[in-house]
């Protein structure tokens, strides 16, 4: 079954919206990334956050390993900002990821 | 910060041909790690590599893929003889350590015809 489940699978904001991106997971883990995927395929590691609270510019990324769950939560979202954002587990020397979600952020 | 490099960005092969992909891993990493994901689909695990031999695959990692890493050199992934499933965009990873941080290629998009 799917170990890393995301939600929304999408979400539609206006520029200056906030957005928080969530990401369940149904096993133990390793490690915790967030990336982003860019129209063309290529990846934006955003966080590696196995545990606890990091910032970086407009994001931050929250895991809560006992509730099994890590956030991404984008403040004061961008046009730049649209594309396609996954979590990854990282358990046993291998990655699983979630689906995405597609954030469209309008002007 | 550290890149993972992967040549070539884009192949197009003829099915049943041989192709060899190139990663170039952050150069003090230890672990290497081939991931797949065909066009509007999930990303998934093929394997991973430490000190000369595959220590995981997944089902994906069919009979007709192999990976090595001669002498220090680029970590390849062949696949021979080459299928119209395997069209997808491979993306090279790296790490130091086990259960640390991937450090992810920019893919090689690969299309068999």
């Known amino acids: 079954g799917q170990q890393v489940q995301q939600s929304p699978a999408s979400l539609v904001l206006q520029e200056g919206e906030n957005a928080e991106l969530q990401c369940n997971f149904s096993t133990s883990l390793n490690s915790m990334q967030w990336f982003y995927q860019r129209p063309g395929g290529s990846l934006v590691s955003l966080f590696y956050?196995?545990?606890g609270t990091k910032h970086s510019g407009r994001l931050t990324s929250t895991t809560v390993i006992k509730e099994r769950r890590s956030s991404l939560h984008i403040s004061s979202s961008q046009t730049t900002d649209s594309g396609t954002y996954l979590c990854?587990?990282?358990?046993?020397?291998?990655?699983?990821f979630g689906d995405g979600t597609q954030l469209v952020v309008k002007p | 910060g550290p890149k993972v490099l992967q040549i070539p960005s884009h192949q197009i092969i003829d099915m049943g041909q041989m192709v060899t992909l190139n990663c170039d891993p952050v150069?003090?990493?230890?672990?290497f790690y081939w991931y797949k994901q065909i066009l509007g689909q999930q990303m998934e695990f093929l394997v991973n590599f430490y000190n000369g031999k595959v220590m995981e695959k997944s089902k994906l990692f069919k009979d007709q893929f192999s990976v090595e890493r001669p002498d220090g050199s680029y970590f390849t992934l062949k696949i021979q003889p080459t299928a119209l499933e395997d069209s997808a965009v491979y993306f090279c990873?790296?790490?130091?350590?086990?259960?640390?941080?991937?450090?992810f290629g920019p893919g090689t998009r690969l299309t068999v015809l």
């Open positions: 990854a587990l990282g358990r046993n020397n291998r990655i699983f």
């Open positions: 956050n196995p545990s």
């Open positions: 150069s003090n990493h230890l672990y």
């Open positions: 990873a790296s790490s130091p350590s086990t259960g640390g941080e991937q450090y």
